[in-house]
């Protein structure tokens, strides 16, 4: 079972760009590495998914290192709407019948004007 | 992505009674349902895990006789929360896995509120 580590909170600047890191030591070979955003009273949303090395969609990249014993979700020049609770989920989920996907505490982002 | 829909998104009821939350996944046949709640300012703790036509699978603390799950179809699962108290209000999240690939989708939340 794959547990995750991130900062609790980081504050950032409209326009900056943000990284935040989730550390994930015992991950399995078959495991991959998401990342999902949630807004207040809201389900937690599908922003960006990763194997290995780099993925990058319309909202974000995502940088694993070879080892792949953490993960960083790069958002590019961040706007007020940004500000949520970003979490990284790691897991197997071809074995979604077993697995149990555990959410670590999450990030709290605070983008400033 | 899905589409995972969740009914009601807020409901209030009495200490006592009973109520049900619908988790419906609109855009395919989920074989696999989570069910995970959520405090105000704290993460989402799983509580079961549902597979369809069979029983599901709870966390350990979480009371199976009080949540009940039931996943009787590919695209929906119910939690009904059974003589329900004020302690059992919270944010109920589902979320569905569609038995191949390697995302699972999130439904809106339902806010239950026992007074």
């Known amino acids: 079972l794959a547990k995750t580590t991130q900062p609790i909170s980081m504050d950032s600047y409209e326009g900056q760009e943000v990284n935040i890191t989730c550390s994930h030591n015992?991950?399995?070979?078959?495991?991959?590495i998401t990342w999902y955003q949630q807004f207040p009273s809201q389900g937690p949303r599908f922003i960006i998914q990763?194997?290995?090395t780099k993925v990058t969609n319309e909202v974000a990249s995502l940088f694993i290192p070879a080892d792949r014993k953490s993960s960083t979700l790069s958002l590019p020049r961040v706007s007020l709407s940004d500000t949520a609770v970003y979490y990284c989920?790691?897991?197997?989920?071809?074995?979604?019948?077993?697995?149990?996907?555990?959410f670590g505490t999450g990030t709290r982002l605070k983008v400033l004007a | 992505g899905a589409v995972v829909s969740q009914h009601p998104s807020r409901v209030i009821c009495k200490s006592g009674t009973s109520v049900k939350i619908e988790c419906r996944s609109l855009d395919f046949q989920a074989t696999t349902m989570f069910w995970y709640r959520q405090f105000p300012k704290k993460s989402l703790m799983l509580m079961a895990t549902?597979?369809?036509?069979?029983?599901?699978?709870?966390e350990q603390g979480v009371e199976k006789d009080k949540f009940l799950i039931n996943h009787a179809s590919l695209t929906l699962s119910t939690l009904t929360v059974t003589s329900a108290h004020p302690e059992d209000s919270s944010f109920y999240i589902c979320s569905v896995h569609r038995g191949s690939g390697n995302t699972i989708y999130f439904g809106e939340g339902s806010w239950l509120t026992v007074v």
């Open positions: 990763g194997y290995k």
């Open positions: 989920l790691v897991g197997d989920m071809s074995r979604a019948r077993t697995y149990k996907y555990i």
């Open positions: 549902s597979n369809e036509g069979s029983k599901a699978t709870y």
């Open positions: 015992n991950i399995a070979t078959n495991d991959y």
